[in-house]
């Protein structure tokens, strides 16, 4: 059984670009979130799916967009690059209802 | 909003020497969650608690949620180097968005 899963595992862009993460659930997981986690501090809250909706939203601009699939897996898009989104994108999955949230391996992206 | 500070940031320990780190709150939470994330990988999760109280162990490590709900604390006993990486608290306000603490990030001398 495959935990999360989330492609790529890094990624290099300039200011103003544009990127697309993507994550796969864990099997039997419909709800998706996504976190920021800066070097040196814990992960921040972007946003949550379920049943293809965004539920709920951390405190973080327009830019940060996502969606989710029918098949529960999610993307997260990011416009307009800044030098401050370089980070680690952690995708988490967990069942509608469940407390236990499991975190893939996370996508490092560095903007120059 | 609701924040929680964890201390120490960094504690270094010598193998088989205790290890404590503790999360506290301003205010009431309605539950609080224990991860742990090794050096260059992702966090995992831990435990949960929810009741005023609660103390819960898994093997060498207890967590403790305290009475009044504003605080809880991860101790680990007889420390290896397998213990090695930071531990995040973190809750889900009324609002269900989790927050997470800044960690404390354990190292293990052998």
């Known amino acids: 059984d495959a935990g999360v899963t989330q492609s790529p595992t890094h990624l290099i862009k300039t200011r103003g670009q544009q990127v697309t993460l993507r994550c796969s659930p864990k099997?039997?997981?419909?709800?998706v979130s996504w976190y920021q986690q800066a070097l040196g501090q814990g992960p921040q809250f972007i946003f949550q799916?379920?049943?293809?909706?965004?539920?709920q939203r951390g405190n973080f601009p327009d830019r940060f967009s996502g969606h989710q699939f029918p098949n529960y897996s999610s993307e997260l898009n990011v416009n307009a690059l800044l030098l401050g989104d370089s980070a680690l994108y952690l995708c988490?999955?967990?069942?509608?209802?469940?407390?236990?949230?499991?975190f893939g391996p996370g996508t490092r992206l560095t903007v120059l | 909003g609701q924040q929680v500070m964890q201390i120490p940031q960094y504690q270094h320990v010598q193998e088989g020497e205790d290890f404590t780190t503790y999360c506290n709150s301003s205010?009431?939470?309605?539950?609080i969650q224990w991860y742990k994330q090794r050096p260059g990988g992702h966090p995992v999760f831990l435990i949960q608690?929810?009741?005023?109280?609660e103390v819960k162990k898994q093997k060498r490590l207890t967590f403790q949620f305290g009475e009044a709900k504003k605080n809880s604390s991860l101790h680990i006993t007889a420390t290896q180097t397998t213990d090695v990486g930071t531990y995040f608290c973190?809750?889900?306000?009324?609002?269900?968005?989790?927050?997470f603490g800044r960690g404390t990030s354990l190292i293990v001398h052998p």
């Open positions: 988490a999955s967990r069942r509608g209802g469940g407390n236990e949230q499991f």
């Open positions: 099997s039997g997981h419909d709800t």
């Open positions: 799916y379920y049943e293809e909706e965004e539920r």
């Open positions: 205010t009431t939470l309605s539950n």
């Open positions: 608690l929810v009741k005023s109280g």
């Open positions: 973190a809750f889900s306000g009324g609002s269900y968005i989790p927050t």
